[in-house]
Every structure is written in C-alpha cells, then in structure tokens.
C-alpha cells in the first residue's frame, strides 16, 4: 500500500505537480471563502475566461504567457469595480459586458494562431508540465494572496457579513472590494497553469461552497475549504497518474465530490432531531 502510495512521486514532474496542487489549493480555497459569502462566483468564472486575450497577445508576440494573463486579469478586475462603483450599472451587468467582450477578444485573436493546440494548456491546464519557475510564481502569489488576507480579514469579515455596519464604522467597503477583486485576478491566473481557464471557477468556489454546508464560521469553513482542495488535488494526481486521465478535470470532480458528501451531511444533520438541549 505505501508503495502504491509513493510509486506517483519517485517522479520530479510529480512532486512538482503536487507542491503546485497544494499551493494553488490553498490559494483557491482561501480567497474562494469571501467569494462564496459575497456571492461573486460569477466574478471567478468571468475572469478566469477573460484571461483569454491577454494570453494569445502574449504568445502572439513570444512574451510569457503567465504575464498576459495576470495582465489581462487585473485589467478586468479593476474594471468590473470601476463599471459597478456607482449605481446605474449593477455587479453583475458590469460582468457580464466585461465576460463578453473580453472573452469575444481572446476568441478573435486566437483565430489568428496558426496552432490552436499550443493554447490548449492555458484552455484546459497541464499540472503535469508545470515548470520550477511556475512553481516559484504560483508560491510567490499564494503567500502574498495569503498575507493580504491575513492583514485585512477583520475588514473582509465584517465586510462580508455585514457590510452597512462596516460603512457605518467607517470600513471603505469599495476600497475593500477593490482589493479583494485583484486578489481574485491573481488566483485565478495562478491556478490557470494547474487546471486550465475552463475548471478554475470551480476550484474557487466548489471547495469553499462544500464547507459553508458544514460551518457558518469564517476560520473553520476556510479551513475545511482548503483541506478539500488540496485533498481533491491530491486525488486527481494520483487519478492522471494510475488511470491516465485528465488532472484538472479529476481534481474538479474530486471537488465535486466532496461538496455532493458536505451536501449529504448537511441534509442529514437537518433532518435529525435536534439533541443540543439535552
């Protein structure tokens, strides 16, 4: 058993691969709690699409790939926050125009690649490929993802929950969201390389919605969060290695799975009789 267990890593492309799931996971995870609380999984899906653009330019002039589209993302972040900062546009209009049009763009351009197969790693993720100085880059975003979220999550708190309050102490909530939406763009792009534009949304919110089934507290469904994304990259390492099949694709139904499990419980422990007076 420990042998099977071990057999995947003897591999440096694996131990790779694993360092980028539970790097990307934890990232995912983190930041994937507020987007679940303040109902932005539309946001997540938009910009993990609109990276798009920003990727073909960058291959069509031979720059980085990673650097368009981390460009591309922020771009779109702050302009969502810009279109929405007043009250004639709602959020998710102002997503929707920049999903579309940014998307539209990529699509545009990348009917002018000769190849579309040397695209399809950013399309559909290759974990299995990720480089030393993606692995740098990926650590290199998680920790600053991370200690940002550290720095402000009394003010993420409060802002999520209840954001009146925190306008009423005195909590910028649009400078706040501003943050929060470039954090966004920087986790998204980070986690394209290890499961691709197409699954990253579900990395973002599937882990952190399985968890707000079992937990109404911040720290504690931010912590199953992360152990489910990082399990769930841990199972589609070893599904791509033994079965051959996709690892982002794997690693997304594996998210799947435990949010189906945290659903279960959740419907049990309802419809159990409440002993917590006893």
């Not at 995870?29 to 999984?41: E, N, P």
């Not at 302009?79 to 539209?104: C, K, P, Y």
């Not at 720095?151 to 009423?168: C, G, M, N, Q, Y």
């Given at each position: 058993?420990?042998e099977w267990l071990m057999a995947p890593f003897q591999y440096s ?110 399309l559909f993720g290759n974990i299995l490929g990720v480089t030393t100085s993606d692995l740098g880059l990926i650590a290199l975003i ?137």
């Amino acid at each position: 058993m420990i042998e099977w267990l071990m057999a995947p890593f003897q591999y440096s492309f694996m131990q790779t691969a694993l360092l980028a799931a539970v790097l990307t996971g934890v990232a995912c995870a983190s930041i994937g709690v507020y987007v679940v609380l303040r109902r932005m999984a539309f946001i997540g899906d938009a910009l993990a699409h609109t990276v798009l653009p920003g990727v073909v330019i960058a291959y069509l002039n031979s720059w980085s790939l990673f650097g368009g589209a981390l460009i591309a993302g922020v771009i779109t972040a702050l302009g969502i926050g810009w279109l929405s900062r007043r009250e004639e546009i709602r959020e998710d209009t102002a997503i929707g125009v920049m999903f579309t049009g940014m998307f539209a763009l990529g699509i545009l351009l990348i009917s002018t690649v000769r190849s579309f197969r040397d695209l399809t790693h950013i399309l559909f993720g290759n974990i299995l490929g990720v480089t030393t100085s993606d692995l740098g880059l990926i650590a290199l975003i998680t920790m600053a993802v991370l200690v940002l979220l550290a720095l402000f999550h009394k003010e993420l708190e409060l802002t999520s929950f209840d954001p009146i309050h925190a306008e009423v102490m005195g909590l910028k909530a649009s400078r706040l969201r501003y943050l929060l939406l470039v954090l966004l763009a920087f986790t998204v792009v980070s986690s394209i390389q290890v499961v691709g534009v197409v699954m990253t949304s579900a990395l973002l919110v599937t882990p952190a919605a399985a968890a707000s089934l079992l937990t109404n507290r911040l720290r504690p469904m931010m912590g199953l969060a992360v152990f489910f994304a990082v399990t769930s990259g841990v199972i589609g390492l070893y599904a791509s290695f033994y079965a051959d099949v996709s690892s982002g694709a794997a690693i997304v139904l594996a998210c799947t799975g435990f949010f189906a499990l945290a659903w279960i419980i959740n419907v049990i422990r309802r419809r159990s009789p409440d002993t917590s007076e006893e």
